[in-house]
């Protein structure tokens, strides 16, 4: 897989249904694909990085783990927040419609979603929410230029792909750092301690594919 951010483009797979159950494999970049999330350091030697989140990055980061916490149905996975996109896994377990009750959760009215829900709608949810606050810590300029209008989707189709993207994630950190149009930084100036991970999902899933 090439470290490269997908052109943006509205075309999803023809005729696919994007609320049955799977699971897939999210990037949304920045508008403009401004470095505004956080920022990427390494070991002294250069051969291990991690991202430190911007306050809109740890923002994104919280944003996305109430994602499982406010969709019945949905559930989160393997997760990164990059300089100037993020990277993530969705997997949707859809059910048959149920009674729902609304509560306030996080600072908003939250109804508990009937029947299926898609994956263009729970990125529309999440894409609002953290423009919304990213609206809240930025002038008046800068508000509402968080995201670029579309995103890039992929279906997992099994469980090798899903390895390997898992993989991916993971190492993107790094493979940020050996892409000479992202980064200029030398590797002796920017030193971290330990390898504790970033972003760890809460409950590591079991892929069910």
């Avoid at 059910?95 to 009750?101: A, D, L, M, V, Y």
């Avoid at 306030?104 to 009937?114: A, H, I, P, S, T």
């Avoid at 999440?126 to 423009?131: A, C, G, L």
């Avoid at 099994?158 to 390997?164: G, L």
């Amino acid at each position: 897989m090439k470290n490269e951010l997908p052109q943006r483009r509205t075309i999803r797979l023809k005729d696919y249904d994007y609320s049955q159950n799977g699971m897939y494999f999210i990037t949304i970049c920045t508008q403009d694909k401004k470095k505004i999330l956080g920022k990427i350091i390494t070991n002294a030697v250069g051969n291990d990085a991690l991202v430190v989140p911007s306050k809109i990055g740890q923002i994104i980061i919280e944003c996305w783990n109430n994602i499982q916490e406010l969709n019945k149905n949905i559930y989160i996975n393997e997760f990164i927040v990059m300089p100037n996109h993020i990277h993530g896994i969705i997997e949707i377990r859809n059910q048959k419609e149920t009674n729902s009750n609304v509560e306030k959760k996080y600072g908003f009215e939250v109804e508990e979603r009937r029947g299926r829900r898609s994956l263009q709608s729970v990125i529309k949810d999440f894409k609002s929410v953290t423009t919304r606050r990213y609206n809240e810590i930025v002038n008046e300029k800068n508000k509402n230029m968080l995201w670029q209008k579309s995103y890039y989707e992929h279906v997992i189709r099994n469980e090798k792909e899903y390895y390997e993207i898992v993989k991916y994630i993971k190492n993107n950190p790094l493979k940020w750092i050996f892409n000479n149009e992202n980064n200029k930084m030398n590797f002796t100036e920017n030193i971290y301690v330990g390898n504790d991970a970033l972003v760890v999902p809460k409950k590591p899933i079991i892929p069910t594919i």
